[in-house]
């Protein structure tokens, strides 16, 4: 009964003062909308960087080694024949090397960046993985014999040639001082034909790959495997499948606790970026809410102004039989009901406002129901907080002092 009638009275009097009360509650709104716009766009944007470099490498590992004795050869071929053998839950395996040079053909020259591995360096490979266009790739045959062939992208094929069906012509490649005289064999797409016309790419380095088994036996420099790209089928695999890398080359390399082989994910690195926008993003959030306790002085000071106003009626309840305890719930049910209204007003603003700005930077807002529940929490709390002294100055009111108040 004393809950409803102190709801009610809290209620008439905020909205016997709709101006005042709003401009009390504005910097609890501003506060909220800017918390909950900040978390809602910030947690999308994350989310869409994070999805992004997820689905390039979420089921990637990366193997890296070191030889003191011999910097450069700590894997071998071997190696990885004998892992992909043995590891059934390994899809693909490549060295992942690449070295810079100048492809050339009759007319034209450019610079280009030379990938080589196995034949699954197709699926692996961040500059050679497009689809194929024309031809083929090179394969394991072409891989056992080290073949004399390469496969370059629909940009070599028009900058050196003019055309892009030059399947079965012959590449000079020139990289260490050392020429080699490669047949085309096949042609994936290109990744300057949405920017051609917009940007000179004449400057811009094109791309080629070869098998690693054909450049290291022309140059030997390039024989040796220091690291390698590890394809598994699910993210759940990685762990496991990175041990086991670990363990069997130890094994078969007699080097158990020499620490010489390092396996690696993405998502340990994607862990980590994550970690750190969430950290940047809170941080950004916490300055937000600085607002907030603007706000909750302004509950404080407009519920001050309160009491002094309502100071005979306080009196004249107490006169009535109104005990300490009444009267301070109600004037802390007022600045709650204050901060609780401005906070769900904030929070209907901040899901708009981040709606809107995700809509410009083209990424979906993440706005979780944690995030609601704490913001709602919180603004409650300040309601709490900043309503208890002038509640409470209330309440200790002498009646007869205040019935003589003017």
């Known amino acids: 009964m004393f809950f409803k009638e102190n709801l009610k009275m809290a209620l008439d009097s905020i909205f016997a003062n709709k101006m005042r009360s ?12 800017s918390v909950i716009a900040i978390l809602a766009v910030g947690n999308g944007a994350a989310s869409e960087i994070t999805g992004t470099f997820s689905d390039l490498g979420a089921t990637t590992i990366q193997l890296s080694a070191s030889d003191s004795e011999q910097s450069g050869e700590a894997l071998s071929n071997e190696d990885l024949s004998v892992l992909k ?3 059934e839950d390994i899809r693909y395996i490549s060295p992942n090397e690449q070295t810079q040079g100048t492809i050339s053909s009759d007319d034209e020259s450019r610079q280009a960046v030379i990938s080589y591995g196995t034949p699954d360096l197709q699926y692996l490979s961040q500059t050679m993985n497009s689809d194929l266009v024309d031809g083929r790739y090179f394969n394991q045959n072409d891989y056992d014999e080290s073949a004399d062939v390469v496969v370059i992208d629909e940009d070599a094929a ?28 096949g042609i994936v797409e290109g990744r300057f034909g949405d920017i051609q016309g917009a940007f000179d790419t004449s400057e811009l380095p094109l791309f080629i790959a070869m098998p690693n088994s054909t450049i290291g036996n022309a140059i030997p420099q390039f024989a040796g495997i220091s690291s390698a790209i590890i394809e ?24 158990v606790g020499e620490n010489k082989y390092n396996a690696t994910n993405f998502l340990q690195a994607l862990d980590q970026v994550d970690n750190v926008l969430g950290l940047f993003i809170n941080f950004i959030a916490a300055v937000a809410g600085i607002a907030l306790l603007v706000g909750g002085i302004g509950v404080m000071n ?6 002094t106003e309502r100071t005979r009626e306080i009196g004249t309840r107490k006169a009535l039989g109104a005990t300490t305890n009444t009267i301070l719930t109600q004037f802390l049910m007022e600045s709650i009901i204050l901060s609780l209204i401005g906070g769900l007003i904030g929070l209907t603003l901040g899901i708009l406002l981040s709606n809107i700005i995700a809509g410009f930077l083209d990424i979906i807002p993440n706005i979780t129901l944690g995030s609601v529940v704490l913001v709602l929490v919180f603004s409650t709390a300040v309601g709490v907080f900043f309503g208890i002294y002038p509640a409470r100055k209330a309440a200790k009111l002498d009646p007869i002092e205040a019935l003589r108040y003017e």
């Open 22 to 33: 709003f401009l009390t509650m504005l910097g609890i709104i501003i506060g909220i909308a």
């Open 85 to 87: 053998d043995s590891i």
């Open 158 to 185: 028009e900058a050196l040639f003019g055309r892009t069906n030059v399947v079965g012509e012959t590449l000079r490649v020139t990289t260490a001082q050392v020429p080699l005289n490669l047949r085309i064999i």
């Open 232 to 255: 598994v089928g699910a993210t759940e695999q990685i762990e496991p499948v990175s041990n086991q890398i670990v363990r069997l080359l130890e094994l078969r390399n007699n080097a």
């Open 302 to 307: 407009i519920m001050l102004v309160s009491v």
